[in-house]
């Protein structure tokens, strides 16, 4: 049976949408993964861009409210910015809550080609992340 994790940001629109594909890209195996905001919108068009760059189609994935998860289990809940760690309930099925704050790659200003890199670099940090804190042979040993 795979382990279930819920990745939460306010709009549910980039990083909680590229850190589900992610753990999904690098773990699937071993993971299933989910994403929910407080306030849901849709997803970005440039967080769909930057995970085609990848290989990985998010363009199925929707945007979702989190009162949709909250009397599901799940192994982990991730808040993915600050803003969803103090306004997201808690979530009675968690076995564990993890925090780790990304930086707005939607708030990102310039010319498109700037843009898109705010997202490469967001995506960039959070595969790296999700590749060291989900790591199946370690995952809740730290």
Excluded at 43 to 54: D, G, R, S
């Amino acid at each position: 049976m795979k382990l279930r994790v819920l990745f939460l940001c306010t709009h549910n629109a980039c990083r909680s949408q590229m850190a589900e594909a992610l753990l999904r890209l690098r773990y699937g195996g071993t993971f299933e993964a989910f994403s929910a905001g407080s306030q849901p919108s849709e997803v970005n068009p440039n967080a769909i861009t930057v995970m085609e760059e990848l290989g990985v189609d998010i363009t199925t994935q929707s945007s979702e409210h989190l009162q949709t998860y909250l009397d599901q289990p799940f192994d982990a809940v991730v808040t993915t910015c600050d803003n969803a760690k103090t306004s997201c309930p808690v979530f009675p099925g968690a076995r564990r809550v993890i925090h780790h704050s990304f930086a707005d790659p939607s708030t990102a200003t310039g010319s498109e080609a700037k843009i898109l890199e705010s997202f490469r670099e967001v995506r960039d940090a959070m595969d790296q992340w999700i590749v060291a804190t989900f790591e199946p042979r370690t995952f809740g040993t730290h």
